[in-house]
């Protein structure tokens, strides 16, 4: 058995989507500008591997998660024509997001600074046999494996409980990056600045751009009194901002269709949300209901030690419990 995996940080089906004859433009940190196939992008060694005991890579967590993968992307090819998506599609939208959120490099190193300090803390109260083993047991591939699995389904509950909409560009210039889904934070007077792993937290945003395609994305935001799932045209500024947003998170890599450009933003951006909506501003997203009641229950799902569900909110605030 092999002592190591190759393992994507984005779903190869969707690096794909954004592919010709299976070839994406890669443009890396560093400069380099690349022409690859989707199996080369987005990949990382044993990036969320558990070692058995002889040594191999067990592919368990793989297993588990390649029904999210399948389901989701089938779901999101055919989106436009199956707009609005029912009750079946929207839970699977909402558990790929979510997936991607917590599949992502980002939130590693979010947890494993986490786990760190949380760590310390419970270490200086233990003798140092008690100590040595709890910092074995929290340092394990398991232990991260296990709680990446646990957020699924409360990250897919807050997808759940968030208003969506279609945007779609007039022609195939969007890019994507080993960080796809963007949230963009509470914003202060200097504007929005995004990052894959909000500074305050996953709810408090004023919305989730990605990228489905490159002429097709979704926005996701916490806009009250209305399950309406709108379609906008958008225009050339927001597909400037979207870009940027994908782009400046990536950590190693974006990329697009090798035969187009795409162009991107600079500086600080106003919400796609805020432009789109003329009843949704920051005063909405931070005193939204459904933000409240999504926080509610996923607090509720964390005392509860629920890990193998999610929750679909309506516009009504109540939601009902999906496997």
């Keep these: 058995m092999p002592s190591h995996r190759h393992q994507h940080v984005i779903t190869r089906s969707q690096v794909a989507l954004f592919g010709v004859d299976g070839l994406v433009k890669c443009h890396f940190r560093d400069g380099t500008v690349r022409v690859l196939g989707a199996t080369k992008v987005g990949v990382r060694k044993n990036f969320y591997s558990v070692k058995n005991a002889d040594g191999s890579i067990s592919t368990e967590f793989e297993r588990a998660i390649n029904p999210i993968e399948t389901n989701g992307i089938k ?7 199956n707009w ?3 009750q079946e599609a929207r839970v699977k939208i909402c558990e790929f997001l979510a997936l991607q959120a917590v599949r992502s490099p980002a939130y590693r190193y979010f947890f494993e600074q986490r786990r760190e300090s949380s760590l310390a803390e419970r270490a200086a109260q233990l003798d140092q ?3 040595t083993g709890l910092k074995k047991a929290v340092r394990s591939d398991e232990f991260r494996i296990e709680n990446l699995v646990n957020q699924i389904g409360k990250m897919a509950t807050m997808f759940g409980s968030m208003h969506s909409a279609l945007l779609r560009f007039g022609s195939p210039r969007l890019l994507c990056s080993d960080h796809p889904l963007a949230p963009v934070p509470f914003m202060d007077v200097r504007g ?4 894959a792993i909000p500074g305050f937290g996953f709810l408090n945003t004023i919305e989730f751009r990605f990228p489905i395609d490159p002429e097709r994305a979704l926005l996701f935001t916490w806009r009250e009194f209305h399950d309406d799932f709108p379609v906008f045209d958008c225009k050339l500024h927001h597909l400037k901002s979207l870009n940027a947003s994908v782009r400046d998170q990536a950590e190693e890599h974006w990329f697009h269709r090798p035969d187009v450009s795409a162009p991107c933003g600079s500086g600080t951006f106003t919400p796609l949300s805020f432009e ?3 009843d949704y501003e920051l005063t909405e997203a931070i005193r939204s209901e459904r933000r409240s009641q999504a926080q509610q229950t996923i607090e509720g799902m964390i ?4 890990e193998d569900k999610m929750q ?3 516009v009504e605030l109540k939601a009902t419990g999906q496997d």
Excluded: K, T, Y
């Design 84 to 86: 609005p998506p029912e």
């Design 276 to 278: 789109l909506f003329d």
């Design 312 to 314: 679909l909110m309506s």
């Design 303 to 306: 005392d509860n030690d629920v």
């Design 192 to 195: 929005a600045a995004v990052s």
């Design 129 to 131: 046999d008690h100590r």
């Design 75 to 81: 779901v999101l090819r055919g989106i436009e024509a």
